[in-house]
């Protein structure tokens, strides 16, 4: 059975640092683009950061470029975001999700497999 599995998320104080993992089981993820999406309560879902698999070329939304850094470990099957100076508005539930194309990894549509879902709360 293939799946993903988000861990790290937490309750954090504002300026603070969190970092999210991401682990395939069932699935190598150093074949797969990996991204990190959220959903905020009463918000849609949105891109947070992509990773290509080929070259391991990022991209990050505007709202998180400079705080949040997302890395992949193939040796342990495992995309990570770090985010550092965390604001209330990064409070979400984040989901990783891992793709087979090296394009579009904005869009969540061109996503294969999503994990659950972590959340992340932010304090001011």
């Known amino acids: 059975q293939v799946s993903l599995v988000e861990s790290g998320g937490g309750l954090v104080q504002a300026g603070r640092s969190l970092r999210l993992s991401c682990v395939g089981a069932?699935?190598?993820?150093?074949?797969?683009?990996m991204g990190w999406f959220r959903r905020a309560p009463g918000k849609e879902r949105e891109f947070v950061a992509a990773i290509r698999w080929s070259d391991s070329f990022t991209h990050y939304a505007e709202s998180v470029k400079g705080r949040f850094t997302i890395s992949r470990d193939n040796a342990k099957n495992t995309a990570y975001l770090q985010m550092y100076s965390v604001e209330p508005g990064d409070t979400a539930v984040y989901y990783c999700?891992?793709?087979?194309?090296?394009?579009?990894?904005?869009?969540?549509?061109?996503?294969?497999?999503w994990g659950q879902g972590t959340q992340v709360t932010v304090s001011s």
């Open positions: 999700a891992a793709a087979q194309v090296n394009a579009g990894l904005g869009s969540p549509v061109v996503y294969d497999y």
């Open positions: 069932g699935l190598t993820l150093s074949g797969y683009s």
